[in-house]
Nanobody, 126 residues
Framework: QVQLVESGGGSVQAGGSLRLSCVVS????????MAWFRQAPGKEREGVAG???????SYADSVKGRFTISKDNAKKTVYLEMNRLKPEDTAIYFC????????????????????WGQGTQVTVSS
């Protein structure tokens, strides 16, 4: 059984930093492509960052230069380091995964990810 569990969310002032973690359990971790999504109240869930099996890393334009996605295979954990946070970054952040071969499409399409975490709240105050 595959399970994704996010942690590391919290409240921070604008300009501050947080690091989110996503621990993946199951037997197919090494075959996963991973991504972070976020959803603010009243808005659709949007892709934030993704990392593929080929090592390709992608970011949404809104976070490029501020956020960094990385992974530790030994710990079966994917991270999202968030720096210079802005109030508009406030959202629930979700970890997502697909098992190779993933469906064809852009990394930031929700439909290609078959596993999702429960989300962790990030609140940025001005």
């Amino acid at each position: 059984q595959v399970q994704l569990v996010e942690s590391g969310g919290g409240s921070v002032q604008a300009g501050g930093s947080l690091r989110l973690s996503c621990v993946v359990s199951g037997y197919t971790y090494n075959d996963f492509s991973m991504a972070w999504f976020r959803q603010a109240p009243g808005k659709e869930r949007e892709g934030v960052a993704g990392i593929g099996l080929d090592g390709r890393i992608s970011y949404a334009d809104s976070v490029k230069g501020r956020f960094t996605i990385s992974k530790d295979n030994a710990k079966k954990t994917v991270y999202l380091e968030m720096n210079r946070l802005k109030p508009e970054d406030t959202a629930i952040y979700f970890c997502a995964a697909c098992r190779a071969p993933c469906s064809t499409g852009s990394w930031d399409l929700r439909r290609i990810y078959t596993y999702w975490g429960q989300g962790t709240q990030v609140t940025v105050s001005s």
